[in-house]
Nanobody
Framework: QVQLVESGGGLVQAGGSLRLSCAAS????????MGWFRQVPGKEREFVAA???????TYSTDVKGRFTISRDDAKNTVYLQMNSLTPEDTAVYYC??????????????????WGQGTQVTVSS
């Protein structure tokens, strides 16, 4: 079992930055692909970014160039640095762990473990 706890969310003005953290316990993350997703009320949870155990990364089109995902396996923690935030980035952000093939890491159902989420609100 893996327990994931997100932190770092909050209220920020448009153009600002936030860094989300996802701390894991129970097992080490170094064999998992780690992903960040986000969800707004009434919409499906959507993929934001993922990082594999080798360090390879991928991003959604909406955040590429503004967000950076990273991992520190020694601290068992994954980060999401979010820059140039816009009101459209407002959502609950979730981190998740997957042991699935890299080709399927943008799909919610392929993730094995989820955190409880952290709210990010961007004001205009």
């Amino acid at each position: 079992q893996v327990q994931l706890v997100e932190s770092g969310g909050g209220l920020v003005q448009a153009g600002g930055s936030l860094r989300l953290s996802c701390a894991a316990s129970g097992r080490t993350l170094n064999s998992y692909t780690m992903g960040w997703f986000r969800q707004v009320p009434g919409k499906e949870r959507e993929f934001v970014a993922a990082i594999r155990w080798t360090g390879g990364v991928t991003y959604s089109t909406d955040v590429k160039g503004r967000f950076t995902i990273s991992r520190d396996d020694a601290k068992n923690t994954v980060y999401l640095q979010m820059n140039s935030l816009t009101p459209e980035d407002t959502a609950v952000y979730y981190c998740a762990a997957a042991s699935t093939h890299w080709a399927f890491i943008k799909t919610v159902s392929n993730y094995d473990y989820w955190g409880q989420g952290t709210q990010v609100t961007v004001s205009s």
